[in-house]
Each structure stands twice: as structure tokens, then as C-alpha cells.
């Protein structure tokens, strides 16, 4: 009696699959290791800055006019220490919603291997950041309570376009200021090297994220879409408002009450994080998660 074998099924490839082969080939052509990449033997020359001192929290302000160029040097290390260390933990938390959407999908699928290349992308990342921040001098800095409790929160609960679009407004933010540091010569030459090889790996992360966000809101309904709009606005100004602790003006010899009063009412500042954004901004409008009451959060975070 002759045996059928049945063929196991295939799924014919999707748009997404598309997207996601071209960036599987994309990161074999030009991916990094910043274990080898990074000069982390050659000690910190503090005769630079940490960052381009124009991102500074304090600059243009009465207080940057009275400090030395040391200590504005100081400073701005400090700050890309602190940045770093923001960058760390809501990439902890990207992976964790990356995975969980993932989970029990088709691992044959380019899609489904796109995702993990980018979370290893991002574990190499973490490390390097880490590394960084040691060799800037800096503290472990960490987000407020609430911050990271809202973190918590968020990766636990956020799913589809809610997830993959707060993935994107972290990942925009620091892709405009990184482009400046990476190309200032101000900047001490190590960390340079770090913004170089995020941005470059960055950007393929940011294409996926916008085309995942696309893609789960294809399906979504009204409802749906203006409450996920307002919960990516909350994420988005805990994260941009975590960026720089405000221990980092103490660690640099600063008064630390005045700093913060001065960085606060920072219009320059303010000014260069809108400019950031306003790519970031064009798509949340072009997608329908730029609602009323989400523009009250990118109000409050000077993202808009």
C-alpha cells in the first residue's frame, strides 16, 4: 500500500517579510562590534566634551556664560553618561516587548529573524553604552521611581502599534543628537565611535519599527488607535524627560538647585529637542496617532 507524505505547508511571503529580508541583508553587510570598534584602552582625555556642548541642558543659558570650559567639558560628559543609561533601560525594555510579540510566530519567517538581529543589535548596544558610561567617569544614572515603574507598566501591557511607535520616538530622539555628536570633533573620539555605530544600526531599526506601527494599525479601530496615541505620548515623555538625571549637575561640580532651575526654563534647549523631532512628528500625524489629548504630553516634553 503506498504511504502519502503531505508537504508541510508554506506561507507565501508577505510585504513584511519583504522589508525584513532586505534588512537581514543590510546588517550582514554593515553591522559592528563595538567590542572591537570602540578605543576603550586609550585613557579619557577630558580636553573634550561628552557631546556636542550646542545639546547641553545648560547651554545658552546665564549659567553656561559663568562656567569654565572645563567644567563645561565635565558637564557634557556627564550628560552623554546619563543619556547612555536612559538608552539602556528603555532598550531593556524594547526587547522585552519585541520578544513578547514574537512569541509562538513563525520562526522561519524573515520577519520573525529581522527581530531577533535587532535585539541582539541592541543587547550589543546596551553593553556598549554601559562600557561608555564607565569610561566617561559617570555613576550608574538611573530614571526616577515613577519612571521606571511606568516602564514596568508599559512593557508589560503595550502591544502592537503602542509598542512598536514608543519604540520609534525613543530611537528618533536620539538619532538627531547622536548625528551632531558623532560628526563634532569636540567630542572625545571614543564616544564618537559609539554614536557612529548606533546611528548606523539604528536606522534600520527605526524602518522596521515604522513599518510595524503601519501595520498593526491597519487593523485597529478608532477606539483603539486614541488610546494607544495617548499611551505612546506618556511613554514618550517619560523617556525624553529621563534622558538627563539631575544628579549629573552635582557629578560636575555644579549647583545643582541652580542648574536645574536654569535648565527648566532652557529655551535653547527646549528649541533643539522640537527640531529633533519634527520628522517623528510628520509620521505620527501621517499614521493618526498625533490626537488632541496625546499633543498635551509632547507639549510638556518639548517635543513639539
Known amino acids: 500500500m503506498a504511504i502519502s507524505i503531505s508537504r508541510p505547508e508554506t506561507t507565501s511571503p508577505t510585504p513584511e517579510d519583504g522589508i525584513a529580508r532586505r534588512l537581514l541583508d543590510s546588517s550582514a553587510q554593515l553591522s559592528y562590534d563595538p567590542l572591537t570598534e570602540v578605543d576603550w584602552e586609550t585613557p579619557l582625555d577630558e580636553g573634550f566634551h561628552g557631546a556636542s556642548p550646542e545639546w547641553s541642558t545648560l547651554y545658552g ?36 516587548m519585541v520578544l513578547r510579540d514574537l512569541y509562538a510566530k513563525d520562526p522561519t519567517s524573515d520577519t520573525f529573524q529581522w527581530a531577533l ?15 561608555g558610561a564607565k569610561k566617561l567617569r559617570a555613576p550608574a544614572y538611573r530614571p526616577h521611581r515613577v519612571a521606571i515603574e511606568l516602564g514596568r507598566l508599559f512593557k508589560t501591557v503595550a502591544f502592537g502599534e503602542a509598542a512598536y511607535a514608543a519604540i ?11 548625528r551632531d555628536w558623532m560628526r563634532d570633533e569636540r ?27 503601519r501595520k498593526h494599525l491597519a ?4 477606539v483603539r488607535r486614541h488610546i494607544h496615541s495617548v499611551l505612546i505620548a ?5 523617556i525624553v524627560t529621563s534622558m538627563v538625571s539631575r544628579k549629573v549637575y552635582a557629578n560636575a561640580g555644579l549647583d545643582e538647585k541652580r542648574a536645574l532651575r536654569e535648565a527648566k526654563a532652557n529655551e535653547h534647549h527646549k528649541s533643539m529637542m522640537r527640531s529633533s523631532c519634527s520628522g517623528l512628528m510628520e ?3 501621517s499614521v493618526g496617532l498625533l490626537t488632541r489629548p496625546a499633543l498635551f504630553f509632547y507639549k510638556r516634553a518639548d517635543l513639539i
Open 168 to 178: 520609534l520616538v525613543a530611537e528618533e530622539v536620539l538619532d538627531v543628537m547622536q
Open 61 to 96: 543659558t546665564a549659567y553656561w556664560n559663568e562656567l569654565t570650559d572645563a567644567q563645561r567639558k565635565a558637564l557634557t560628559r556627564q550628560e552623554a553618561a546619563s543619556v547612555a543609561s536612559t538608552g539602556i533601560w528603555f532598550e531593556m525594555i524594547l526587547q522585552q
Open 283 to 285: 509620521f505620527l500625524t
Open 117 to 131: 538581529t535587532e535585539i541582539a543589535d541592541e543587547c550589543r548596544h546596551s553593553i556598549m553604552f554601559a562600557r
Open 219 to 222: 487593523r485597529a479601530g478608532r
Open 187 to 213: 567630542v572625545v573620539p571614543f564616544v564618537r565611535t559609539i554614536n557612529n555605530i548606533h546611528v548606523v544600526e539604528e536606522s534600520r531599526h527605526m524602518k522596521f519599527a515604522r513599518e510595524e506601527t
Open 234 to 238: 506618556v511613554a514618550a515623555y517619560t
